[in-house]
């Protein structure tokens, strides 16, 4: 596709530019004499009345060529994009049927901050001062060399008002200096981690695997407490080893985890990896991103975003937690990040190890049938034993009315505490009630131009939409019908039984961890050290406590509402239950005190419980894979959704019919919609949804892509396809 000028372009060569923008494909223009370009290089180029920057994509010799194109307009000081991050950008728009230009604006988001400013350093003049005193004698020594002003203080041992004094005087300078190497290289040889025989036999497997330099996947599976961390450390250590400018990439599902692995590399390789997440400055990013272009940053530990960075030599990639939903992107360009990862492994050559105490049954398939090596560690590290896990069958020994806690579940959390024990109370709601609703006249409170319920916030006096982000102080009278004080809570968020708790146990030391009480990573950081330190007695936490957190003194897990998961038309529902329930309970114990975990359910006959309480994770995966298999659900079939939506119902609706008319006619391939969204309107928009569901020897994106070139839709209408979707609302 061109973009006219009067420009001649037949004696200079044509550059194919990719741009992070929702077109179909890149645009053409002219290289400027003596530019040199090369594929990869991040350009700005002129789109309509703008400057854009893009990727040059592709080269081309403009001899014969009889269109007018736009020159390049500058090449940007920016290191070029790999070829191996163009060819998975590239590989990821195929694969979710998007455009090209949806991952490419993941790629390039760290360019798009700003360079870190030089380091602004004192150093001691020659002139030294009118009148010398001790403190300041002290200060010129410790300036013989360049040194930041809050250094000098001290190691001076002085105010900052005698620095300001001697730079008043011309005592001291300032000088501007490049900041020193912000990501000091690991040293695989450092001590490591005294290992288990079944660790160590699992560490020299994945060792066996980064020496061969190629391709492969591996499911690291073991019990929670097992070690996991400590043997793909090692695997790291022989990538990094083996080979001077090898990168290591490694995926977390939450930043709340991201400190406590960032700790164990520091400690590991003697330096701490580079982080890459949504709560790293702009100018950390772009520091990030230039390192890992030019190969001087040789581990990054992220979230699932990291995946597209430029990565000059990528040889291993270690994604943590694999099954954690927390990896499915759902606005924007949808993606889902353990699949990606693979394919990332499979562009660069290198080996892929996905780790979990509960893998998907996608993951556990793929090692079952052979795709993967599949490394198993059954016990947990040192002298720490499983916990206990109990089921409390709340149909016979049910919480009074208006509370939560069973008098089991109580009795147990005061006999901890007499121990001088932690407990934690998982519940996976935020906010202190699901549904505000009015007395009289029924009104469900709901967010404004959305079908979903506005959540009770307690602390902060608000009605919150999780959805929307629509909040509003919490009215006294009903928007409905005007009755005062008649707006009540229903139902049980952390907040809730936070207070339950703290009015059983007055003098215990409580917390809530959730999104909403540690929503950064220096937030949840400070809630995990206080945890580990003993400095609370009870925790009450959503999932943001349920994986990967090593408490020493935490003994006891209560589940408030076990069930909570199993609600709803999802198809993994009861794997996601069963994964959830499985990981928090496997906070308890992780040390030398035994652990238990009980677990509050109206349904303790079904099998997500049983398996739970019985620790039979392979009866539970067996029984799971038949139903799907029976059914040709994933793994044994593929999924898409294809959501419409539109302000405009009617519209909306015919749309949506001409778009089923238009569905290609294929072999495997069924079509289950239109049909109203469960979440039928979400800001203003109406929404249908289409179900696809295909046999695994369809290429289902092929299909998908078919599909939408056939459908017209007018331009108050918008498509979306969710490739092996996790939402189903």
């Given at each position: ?25 890149p645009?053409d ?24 920057v ?37 590989w990821?728009?195929?694969?979710a ?64 008002s ?20 912000p ?80 700790d ?41 975003s ?44 290198c ?29 947990r ?40 024990e932690q ?42 939409c999780h ?121 308890a ?70 778009a ?51 459908m ?18």
């Amino acid at each position: 596709m061109g973009c006219d000028n009067d420009n001649a372009a037949s004696d200079r060569r044509i550059v194919s530019v990719l741009m992070p923008l929702p077109l179909p494909e890149p645009f053409d223009y002219v290289e400027q004499p003596g530019m040199r370009l090369s594929e990869g290089d991040l350009v700005g180029v002129p789109l309509g009345p703008r400057v854009v920057v893009g990727v040059v994509s592709g080269l081309r010799n403009a001899s014969g060529a009889n269109r007018p194109l736009k020159a390049v307009a500058a090449r940007l000081d920016a290191p070029p994009v790999p070829a191996g991050t163009l060819a998975f950008v590239r590989w990821a728009a195929r694969y979710a049927v998007d455009a090209p230009g949806a991952p490419l604006a993941i790629a390039l988001r760290g360019i798009s901050g700003p360079r870190a400013r030089p380091e602004r350093r004192l150093l001691a003049a020659a002139v030294p001062p009118v009148r010398e005193t001790p403190g300041r004698r002290r200060v010129l020594q410790a300036a013989a060399i360049p040194i930041p002003r809050a250094a000098l203080a001290r190691a001076a041992g002085v105010s900052d008002s005698v620095i300001k004094g001697l730079l008043d005087l011309g005592a001291l300078t300032i000088v501007e200096t490049d900041r020193s190497n912000p990501f000091p290289p690991p040293d695989p040889g450092r001590p490591r981690a005294a290992l288990n025989p079944s660790q160590a036999a699992a560490a020299a497997e994945l060792a066996a695997m980064v020496s061969e330099h190629r391709f492969g996947t591996a499911l690291l599976d073991g019990v929670t407490g097992s070690g996991k961390t400590e043997v793909y450390l090692e695997a790291a250590a022989a990538a990094i080893q083996s080979d001077p400018v090898a990168q290591v990439l490694v995926l977390l599902p939450e930043i709340a985890l991201t400190q406590a692995v960032i700790d164990r590399f520091a400690i590991r390789f003697g330096a701490a990896p580079a982080e890459w997440h949504s709560g790293v400055s702009s100018v950390r990013r772009r520091e990030v991103w230039e390192a890992v272009a030019l190969g001087q940053v040789r581990i990054v530990v992220g979230a699932r975003s990291a995946l597209f960075l430029p990565f000059a030599q990528l040889r291993l990639i270690v994604v943590d937690e694999e099954h954690d939903g927390s990896y499915k992107q759902e606005d924007g360009f949808i993606y889902q990040a353990r699949d990606l990862a693979v394919a990332r492994a499979k562009i660069a050559d290198c080996p892929v190890i996905l780790a979990s105490a509960t893998p998907s049954l996608e993951t556990l398939w793929n090692a079952q049938t052979g795709r993967y090596r599949w490394l198993r560690l059954m016990g947990r590290h040192g002298a720490a034993a499983m916990p206990a896990v109990e089921l409390l069958d709340l149909r016979e020994a049910s919480p009074e009315p208006g509370h939560w806690l069973s008098p089991r579940l109580t009795a147990a959390m005061a006999e901890t505490l007499a121990r001088g024990e932690q407990s934690l109370l998982f519940l996976n709601r935020r906010g202190y009630a699901p549904l505000v609703l009015c007395r009289v006249c029924g009104e469900r409170m709901k967010a404004p131009d959305s079908d979903s319920w506005l959540v009770e916030h307690r602390y902060s006096g608000r009605l919150v939409c999780h959805l929307t982000g629509f909040s509003m102080a919490k009215p006294r009278c009903c928007p409905r019908c005007g009755a005062q004080d008649s707006l009540v809570s229903i139902g049980p968020g952390v907040e809730r039984v936070e207070e339950e708790a703290r009015l059983k146990f007055p003098s215990a030391r409580l917390a809530v961890f959730s999104s909403d009480t540690a929503p950064t990573a220096a937030g949840a950081r400070a809630m995990v050290e206080a945890m580990a330190k003993g400095e609370y007695d009870i925790m009450v936490a959503t999932q943001a406590a349920a994986k990967g957190h090593n408490f020493p003194g935490l003994t006891l897990v209560g589940v408030v509402d076990a069930d909570l998961g199993l609600r709803g038309g999802d198809l993994r529902a009861a794997e996601r239950t069963y994964q959830l329930l499985t990981q928090v309970c496997g906070r308890a114990g992780r040390y030398d005190r035994p652990g238990r975990a009980l677990v509050q359910t109206w349904i303790p006959d079904h099998p997500v419980m049983q398996a739970i309480a019985a620790g039979d994770r392979d009866g539970f995966i067996a029984v799971e894979l038949s139903e799907r298999q029976a059914v040709g659900l994933p793994p044994f079939g593929r999924l898409a959704a294809v959501i419409l939506s539109g302000s405009d119902p009617q519209q909306l609706d015919q749309f949506a019919r001409a778009a089923a008319c238009a569905a290609p006619n294929g072999e495997g391939v069924r079509v289950f919609g239109p049909a109203d969204a469960p979440l039928a309107m979400v800001r203003g928009l109406r929404r249908k949804r289409f179900l696809v569901q295909a046999d695994r020897s369809v290429d289902l994106q092929a299909f998908l892509e078919t599909w939408r070139s056939r459908m017209s839709p007018p331009s108050r209408i918008r498509i979306c396809i969710d490739v092996d979707p996790y939402s189903f609302l």
